[in-house]
């Protein structure tokens, strides 16, 4: 009795030392720092192989997350899209080709070579029919920045997206040489990529000379003031309309067009045909690194539209949330107000204790060799200017918007033990790199002691 008495008062002091250590790490490094006095902040240090929290500061309170909300949205990817993303379901008969939409980000993305929706597309010499019915969302997200719209990170959702549902405007200025030996400017080459007919109006901007696309609202009207730069680009999203816009950009590469038909015509003609199929497009950890390296909003939009298509027959956040809330995550140790796929949206509610949870079960359903391919680690995509030094200690995904910071995935400490972490900033007034070296000091020192 004596020696096991012994044994629980080592292990009490070692767990009370550790506790003492990152709280005094966390003190000096975030809590009693000037430039968040004012702010909320919450830390969750998790051990997974002691199955104990080694440290909580307001681990269980609620924090907007912004982009960590894609931790949980890959999580459900991982788990329900299988190994490859579905890119469209068709049926065929001697007559037709009916398509039902899959929401892939994929198609005709530049950054994917390959497509195989594409190629199917091409080779059929049928009518090619379409139908929307499986789409119920709306093309931007209950509480996004509606002021945000003509920025490249608030793409729209679709059910049928093409080329990330985004123009590219390029401006270019080719300063030549008369025969006189003078340098002249001619008119800029102004161009979209794709190339589409939507109205454009030119303008000149006297004021700052520069390149820049503002469309309107609600409508592919494209205001353009031409700029004095050699060359300039930039993304613009486009009005989708549901599959409007998709189904008048598709025809230019796939030779024939597409026609949406009602929901009465499809089932008539569904009735009519043979053997149903699903072509898949991408390998799903090839959207996956892309959406948590460069926290991809479109791509983690659509991945949770699609895992609500794959496993409820629908293209709807909202049904696909409520159903992973009632399922999949309903043991999480505060229940989650989850209000979409990226964290575009302030009406998310996420705990630090939550974040460890789902990055638990992430570790322990799929191996922590495959989130090392998908999360960022120091001196990569969004952590491309931190944790360089130690560049491969550290897993994890960023989050911010106006007033919050967030930093929640795996850390590997100097004796490797690995460790998962949340911290979650809210409301704080002061630089965003600021904060973020401050967590960096803070998860560095508990690397080198711990």
Request: glycine fraction near 6%.
């Amino acid at each position: 009795m004596k020696i096991i008495s012994g044994l629980l008062l080592v292990a009490l002091l070692a767990a009370c030392s550790s506790q003492k250590l990152i709280n005094r790490q966390a003190s000096q490094s975030i809590l009693k720092d000037s430039t968040l006095r004012h702010a909320h902040v919450g830390i969750s240090i998790y051990d997974p192989a002691r199955n104990k929290f080694l440290y909580n500061h307001d681990g269980e309170k609620y924090f907007v997350p912004a982009s960590n909300t894609k931790i949980a949205t890959c999580y459900v990817a991982m788990k329900y899209l299988g190994d490859s993303l579905p890119g469209i379901y068709y049926a065929e008969s001697d007559t037709a080709i009916l398509l039902i939409p899959a929401g892939d980000p994929t198609l005709l993305h530049p950054d994917f070579k390959k497509q195989p929706v594409i190629d199917l597309l091409k080779r059929s010499h049928k009518p090619l029919y379409i139908t929307g019915r499986n789409w119920e969302t709306q093309a931007l997200g209950n509480g996004w920045s509606w002021g945000d719209y003509n920025e490249y990170y608030m793409a729209e959702r679709s059910p049928l997206p093409v080329y990330g549902n985004v123009v590219k405007w390029v401006q270019e200025n080719n300063t030549t040489t008369s025969n006189t030996g003078n340098d002249f400017d001619p008119t800029p080459s102004i161009y979209s990529d794709p190339e589409v007919n939507w109205k454009v109006r030119f303008t000149t901007d006297t004021a700052h000379k520069n390149f820049y696309v503002q469309r309107n609202r609600d409508e592919n009207v494209f205001n353009i003031s031409q700029g004095t730069e050699k060359k300039k680009e930039q993304l613009v999203p486009f009005v989708t309309h549901g599959l409007e816009a998709a189904l008048e950009l598709l025809p230019d590469t796939i030779g024939h067009s597409i026609q949406q038909i009602d929901d009465r015509s499809f089932a008539r003609l569904l009735s009519t045909t043979f053997n149903a199929r699903l072509v898949h497009s991408q390998p799903v950890d090839s959207l996956l690194q892309p959406m948590m390296y460069q926290s991809d909003n479109f791509f983690a939009e659509q991945s949770l539209l699609m895992v609500g298509q794959a496993k409820l027959n629908v293209l709807s956040d909202k049904k696909i949330l409520a159903y992973l809330l009632n399922n999949d995550l309903r043991h999480l140790p505060q229940p989650p107000r989850w209000a979409d796929g990226s964290g575009l949206s302030r009406y998310n509610l996420f705990t630090p204790q939550d974040f460890v949870a789902i990055l638990h079960k992430m570790q322990q359903e799929f191996g922590i060799e495959r989130i090392k391919q998908i999360l960022p680690t120091g001196g990569k995509g969004t952590l491309n200017n931190f944790y360089k030094q130690d560049s491969g200690f550290i897993f994890a995904k960023t989050g911010t918007l106006s007033g919050v910071v967030a930093l929640s995935g795996f850390l590997y400490t100097r004796q490797n033990r690995l460790l998962i972490f949340s911290v979650l900033v809210n409301n704080h007034a002061g630089s965003a790199v600021d904060i973020r070296r401050k967590v960096e000091s803070f998860l560095t020192g508990i690397r080198r002691k711990y």
